[in-house]
């Protein structure tokens, strides 16, 4: 869930500091974007890369959430029978 909260992120990141004119991003976030490139295409591109690299990990944390679960209930029906 950490993962999926933080997909807006990029975008305000994106928005802000690539697309707006002014290209200000306020708060905690400087500390982390100040890595990104200046170049508009190059930082789009980068954080693009991070953005399918994050999408990849939720599916794959959910994934492995979900069928812990199911696997967790099967165990669990399997004892009451």
């Known amino acids: ?3 999926e909260t933080a997909i807006p992120l990029f975008f305000k990141v994106g928005i802000d500091r690539y697309m707006s004119r002014t290209g200000d991003i306020e708060g905690w ?3 982390v974007t100040r890595r990104l490139p ?4 190059t930082g789009l591109q980068t954080l693009s890369a991070i953005f399918l690299v994050v999408l990849v ?4 944390f959910e ?3 979900t069928r812990l679960t199911l ?3 099967q165990y669990v029906m399997y004892d009451l029978r």
Do not use: E, N, Q, V
Request: net charge neutral; hydrophobic share 45%; glycine share 4%.
């Open 38 to 41: 200046d170049d508009p295409w």
């Open 29 to 31: 976030l400087t500390s």
């Open 63 to 65: 994934y492995a959430r």
């Open 1 to 3: 869930k950490l993962l």
């Open 57 to 60: 990990l939720s599916f794959a």
């Open 71 to 73: 696997l967790t209930g």
